[in-house]
């Protein structure tokens, strides 16, 4: 069978694809990023998380406010 977990290339592009669209709203989370203990762990199938890291109170309320605004647009 084959393996279709994404590889570390895929996540890496996933975050960076995340970054640039949160930039679009003026949204910025510092320590987004692969989560590498899931990546290299063993897990089946794959964990392939993304870490969000943390972020103050701002950003969260910038973030859900975008999520919204998007959300009433469809």
Do not use: Q
Request: proline share 8%; hydrophobic share 40%; charged share 15%.
């Amino acid at each position: 069978m084959p393996d279709h977990s994404p590889t570390a290339y895929d996540m890496t592009l996933c975050v960076e694809e995340l970054r640039t669209a949160l930039a679009l709203h003026g949204i910025t989370l510092p320590s987004l990023c692969v989560d590498l203990p899931s990546f290299a762990g063993t897990y089946t199938p794959p964990a392939d998380l993304i870490a969000l890291g943390n972020c103050n109170t701002a950003t969260a309320h910038a973030l859900a406010t975008a999520l919204r605004k998007t959300a009433a647009g469809k």
